[in-house]
T-cell receptor, first 118, second 112 residues
Framework: GAVVSQHPSRVICKSGTSVKIECRSL??????MFWYRQFPKQSLMLMAT?????????EQGVEKDKFLINHASLTLSTLTVTSAHPEDSSFYIC??????????????FGPGTRLLVL | AQSVSQHNHHVILSEAASLELGCNYS??????LFWYVQYPGQHLQLLLK??????LVKGIKGFEAEFIKSKFSFNLRKPSVQWSDTAEYFC??????????FGTGTKLQVIP
């Protein structure tokens, strides 16, 4: 089956520093990747949609200058949390969607990255 | 805009009991529906999905879900749960090429 990996799985950083999270589709090409944030005891909140070779589309309320997304290849998307603050501490999850096949598409999720900003 | 609501936030069952988790969605057009499961300490996994055809969908591990268009529902069922089914279950909906919207999740605790 389709596998999505994330690196790192856990990161602790100081306030004011930047953190980069990688999302890779291991055995398929993903024209679209999604970045979610999951707060404790809450559902996944979509932050942005990343299309290979183009700018990411951010959801309302998500600061694009704060959360930089790059989707440089069909197998890699990165999320950089710039000038991180304690309120950015969360669980970040990426998902990848294979090349479109009509309307029948499935997202495959990565294992998530736990970010703790001190 | 699409939305998903899951009625039960926390369900506790004994082993061998039957399970039904409610999911209702809101979207005016053709939808794709999903149930994802997140076991403790693990990432989200697809349990089953509905795109078209038979409204009764069978997934992994004995789970099934029924799409009832008139009720905008996609309830998840399992006739006999096991302790290993303890997890959080998310219903999700996608309209056409749109993003997937998740429900708030239902935590299932199965007592041996």
């Amino acid at each position: 089956g389709a596998v999505v990996s994330q690196h790192p799985s856990r990161v602790i950083c100081k306030s004011g520093t930047s953190v980069k999270i990688e999302c890779r589709s291991l055995d398929f090409q993903a024209t679209t990747m999604f970045w979610y944030r999951q707060f404790p005891k809450q559902s996944l909140m979509l932050m942005a949609t990343s299309n290979e070779g183009s700018k990411a589309t951010y959801e309302q309320g998500v600061e694009k200058d704060k959360f930089l997304i790059n989707h440089a290849s069909l197998t890699l998307s990165t999320l950089t949390v710039t000038s991180a603050h304690p309120e950015d501490s969360s669980f970040y999850i990426c998902s990848a969607r294979e090349r479109p096949r009509g309307l029948q598409e499935t997202q495959y999720f990565g294992p998530g990255t736990r970010l703790l900003v001190l | 805009a699409q939305s998903v609501s899951q009625h039960n936030h926390h369900v506790i069952l004994s082993e061998a009991a039957s399970l039904e988790l409610g999911c209702n969605y809101s979207y005016g057009g053709t939808v794709n529906l999903f149930w994802y499961v997140q076991y403790p300490g693990q990432h989200l996994q697809l349990l089953l999905k509905y795109f078209s055809g038979d409204p009764l969908v069978k997934g992994i591990k004995g789970f099934e879900a029924e799409f009832i268009k008139s009720k905008f529902s996609f309830n998840l069922r399992k006739p006999s749960v096991q302790w290993s089914d303890t997890a959080e279950y998310f219903c999700a909906v996608s309209g056409g090429y749109q993003k997937v919207t998740f429900g708030t999740g239902t935590k299932l605790q199965v007592i041996p």
